[in-house]
């Protein structure tokens, strides 16, 4: 008896779906992968940033800091700087660890609060200053960020983004870096949340200080009137938009009755000299 095998209608190993399905299957289900795993680590790493050791936070406070033009020697401004901030560390209840700020030239209107409790503070934003009062609260702010800890949470979330992406895609991927781009995107709502408790906090020891609010929002309210017609940029940022910080302190202001009072102007020679500036009543 001759065998006669049955014919075959159809390919078994080719798919019936569309490639394109296919495909968006697969992107989906790595992205998918991705977002869970960077949400799981998020969450450990906020568990384990309090227990951090000081040493270990310090060693990556200086390799951060090698990135910046710190000099060595303090210059008379970033002395006078040294020693509001040192002002304000005393009236942080409970903070026993040392800060130190460093002045770099740059006309970057900017301040960065690195691990090991440095706070990097650009020229271009002393010189936009007005008054002691608002270099107080700028400090105040990046305090707030060492009190909740948000300067090693940012850290760590950016680096487990990095690793998470070059693992997958490569170093040296679009995809990579499209991926980066729009979970950086996401996380930076998160972050600028932390802004706003930062502001509050620098709000709090602006009063401490000097028993009055005066010159807490002025800064930013000159920088959003440079800034006007950018607010989709900050959809972005990690800060929020300054006139957002502003209701945001006004608001606070109001609710705990802190009066507000006028302010010394700033000497124009801070910058070169360290002058003698003062928001004192």
Excluded: C
């Excluded at 940033?49 to 951060?64: K, M, R, S, T």
């Amino acid at each position: 008896m001759k065998f006669t095998p049955r014919r075959i209608r159809e390919e078994v190993n080719v798919s019936r779906e569309h490639p394109l399905k296919e495909f968006l299957i697969l992107v989906g289900g790595i992205a998918g992968g991705f977002l869970a795993v960077y949400i799981v680590l998020g969450f450990a790493l906020d568990l384990v940033v309090p227990h951090i050791d000081p040493g270990l936070e310090a060693h990556l406070g200086g390799l951060y800091l090698s990135a910046f033009d710190a000099a060595e020697e303090p210059s008379p401004a970033e002395a006078r700087l040294q020693e509001l901030l040192d002002d304000l560390a005393t009236r942080m209840e409970g903070s026993e660890r040392d800060y130190r700020v460093h002045l770099v030239p740059s006309e970057d209107v900017n301040a960065i609060a690195l691990p090991g409790g440095h706070i990097v503070v650009f020229s271009g934003l002393v010189k936009e200053a007005a008054s002691e009062n608002e270099l107080a609260m700028v400090l105040g702010h990046e305090l707030g960020h060492f009190q909740n800890r948000d300067h090693l949470r940012g850290l760590g979330r950016g680096l487990v983004l990095v690793f998470l992406s070059s693992l997958l895609f490569g170093t040296d991927s679009s995809l990579s870096r499209l991926t980066t781009a729009l979970l950086g995107s996401a996380e930076m709502q998160f972050s600028q949340h932390q802004e706003k408790q930062a502001d509050a906090w620098g709000l709090e020891l602006v009063m401490r200080k000097y028993g009055h609010a005066g010159g807490a929002t002025t800064f930013f309210r000159r920088l959003a009137e440079k800034e006007e017609g950018k607010e989709l940029i900050y959809l972005f940022a990690s800060h929020p938009f300054p006139l957002e910080r502003i209701e945001s302190m006004e608001k606070t202001i109001r609710e705990r009755g802190y009066p507000v009072r006028e302010t010394v102007p700033l000497d124009e020679s801070f910058l070169e000299t360290g002058g003698s500036p003062s928001g004192r009543e």
